[in-house]
């Protein structure tokens, strides 16, 4: 008797086991959400609309993208907490809405509310003004700013964003922050509607938006000039130092924590996949999109770490 109970909970497991990796390998059995946390038009919106159609191809199922702006993207992220921890819905956070708006304002989400997947891509910032501007370079902007102050606006894509905080780094670096005003909106979409129409002067985000016309770019985040932006010099080159000097909007796909790490590891591998297919690399390179892929585990650690190291940046941006 005590070896046949051995033998039937031994086949139990192997059935067990059997219908785990079977649902495991049916994944996805529906279509999968990726969530991107701005209104259409940004320069997310613009990367995870380009990467949809080959991650779709990689996972083997049906994707598609959807927009919950709000928040500077704490709206889709504490949205997204809450949720099923089954890898049909991921959202595309960036540096901001992951590790520093938990630090800086009262959210349903903290450091240990994700199955991070993959990182994406880490993109120098770029601060831009209208092509209609008379301004043609940083010190011309900092000159007219200094000498009617209150006068010019700077956007964002939300408060605590990384628009925000290129703006931010851009003129206390250049000792203006007292001069300019902030004005956010609902996402990087209505933002350059407001530089299009006049209603602000000043925006920062990734070169990605060139391709968009109608922006001239004034400084850049950077280690070194941008091969895209030979001219354009970079934010150590005008005077503004450490830590304000570089910013580099890094993005990544998150899942609610507690997915299952067989579905975690499929997600992640579609996601290398993708990132190294020819369309997606080719839209890369049109786009000048810097891509920068982890996998899951090496994604975890680093998300980790940015979280720690970036009380920097607040302090250094005054939130």
């Known amino acids: ?15 067990l086991a059997f219908a785990a990796g079977a649902e495991a390998q049916e ?47 704490t709206v889709a992220a504490g949205a997204l907490a809450g949720q099923r921890p089954d890898g049909y819905q991921l959202g595309y956070f960036s540096i901001t809405v992951s590790t ?18 993959c990182s994406v891509a880490a993109s120098p910032t770029v601060l831009f003004t209208s092509e209609s501007n008379p301004m043609t370079t940083i010190e011309e902007a900092v000159e007219a700013i200094r000498a009617e102050p ?14 925000h905080l290129t703006a931010v780094a851009a003129f ?20 350059l509607q407001g530089i299009a129409a006049g209603t602000i002067q000043f925006f920062g985000d990734t070169e990605i938006l060139m391709q968009g016309g109608g922006l001239r770019p004034l400084v850049v985040f950077n280690s070194e000039r941008l091969a895209s932006m030979p001219d354009i010099p970079t934010a150590a080159e005008i005077g503004i130092e450490a830590p304000l000097n570089e910013l580099y909007l890094w993005g990544g796909f998150f899942a609610p924590a507690g997915t299952p790490p067989e579905v ?30 982890r996998n899951a585990e090496e994604f975890d650690a680093f998300y980790r770490a940015q979280y720690e190291s970036n009380a920097a940046i607040i302090e250094a941006a005054g939130l």
């Open 172 to 191: 206390q670096g250049l000792g203006v922050i007292d001069d300019v005003r902030h004005l956010p909106f609902q996402g990087s979409g209505p933002a």
């Open 27 to 73: 994944f996805p059995e529906r279509p999968i959400n990726l969530i991107v946390p701005f209104n259409a038009g940004g320069g997310t919106d613009l990367l995870i609309r380009g990467f949809a159609p080959h991650f779709a191809d990689a996972i083997g199922g049906n994707v598609f993208v959807s927009n919950t702006a709000g928040g500077g993207g």
């Open 100 to 117: 520093i708006q938990p630090q800086i304002n009262d959210v349903p989400y903290g450091l240990d509310s994700w199955s991070p997947i």
């Open 264 to 293: 975690v590891q499929q997600l992640s591998d579609a996601c290398g996949e993708a990132i190294a297919s020819e369309g997606f690399q080719a839209f890369a390179e049109q786009t000048n999109t810097v891509l920068a892929y």
């Open 150 to 163: 209150g006068r010019y606006l700077y956007g964002s894509s939300g408060p605590g964003a990384i628009t």
């Open 1 to 15: 008797m005590k070896v046949t109970n051995l033998t039937a909970s031994a086949l139990a497991g192997v059935v």
